[in-house]
Nanobody, 114 residues
Framework: QVQLVESGGGLVQPGGSLRLSCAVS????????MSWYRQAPGKQRELVAR???????DVWGSVKGRFTISRDNAKNTVYLQMNSLKPEDTAVYYC????????WGQGTQVTVSA
């Protein structure tokens, strides 16, 4: 069973930065499409960023220009660098791995507040 463990969440002031990490178990990490989703209170879960096995990366919506996704296949880890954080970025952030199946992490809380 593939396990995903997110870390790096926490409380940060508006304008600050955080880097989320997601460590993935097993030997197939380099083949996975890796994504970050988030879910804010009372809202639907939304796709934030995705990176393919070949390293093609994209971000969506209001985080464009502020968030960057990257991966380190040697460490079985995907990252989400979040800069210029805003209160509306407050959410639980989930890491997702996809091949023929989809695997989710347990989520990490990010709170942006003064």
């Amino acid at each position: 069973q593939v396990q995903l463990v997110e870390s790096g969440g926490g409380l940060v002031q508006p304008g600050g930065s955080l880097r989320l990490s997601c460590a993935v178990s097993g030997s197939s990490f380099s083949t996975y499409i890796m994504s970050w989703y988030r879910q804010a209170p009372g809202k639907q879960r939304e796709l934030v960023a995705r990176i393919t096995s070949g390293g093609n990366a994209d971000v969506w919506g209001s985080v464009k220009g502020r968030f960057t996704i990257s991966r380190d296949n040697a460490k079985n880890t995907v990252y989400l660098q979040m800069n210029s954080l805003k209160p509306e970025d407050t959410a639980v952030y989930y890491c997702v791995a996809q091949d023929d199946a989809t695997y989710w992490g347990q989520g990490t809380q990010v709170t942006v507040s003064a």
